[in-house]
């Protein structure tokens, strides 16, 4: 799988466990901020530098979704790996 869209499946995955990923310009901020699983009024979001490379929002966002129950929930192999690799 191209690493796009390894990123997208990884979305997708994230919208089954009622999180929503947003990109944002961290670099306006004028603070050193990071990528991350975070809760804004009750809603589960993580928010991705958008000026990340794309294998370093992978490893983001499959080290946050590693960490969730997600043994029950099917997963294709190669996205499977990706988060195994996570861990």
Do not use: W
Request: proline share 3%; hydrophobic share 40%.
């Amino acid at each position: 799988m191209k690493p796009e869209q390894i990123y997208h499946e990884l979305i997708a995955l994230a919208e089954k466990f009622d999180i929503t990923v947003s990109e944002q310009n961290f670099r306006s901020t004028g603070m050193k901020a990071t990528s991350g699983y975070c809760i804004v009024k009750g809603q589960k979001r993580f928010i991705m530098d958008n000026n990340l490379k794309i294998h370093l929002k992978i490893d983001a966002l499959a080290a946050c979704l590693n960490q969730l129950p997600h043994e029950d929930v099917y997963i294709i192999p190669a996205l499977r790996e990706v988060l195994d690799r996570a861990g």
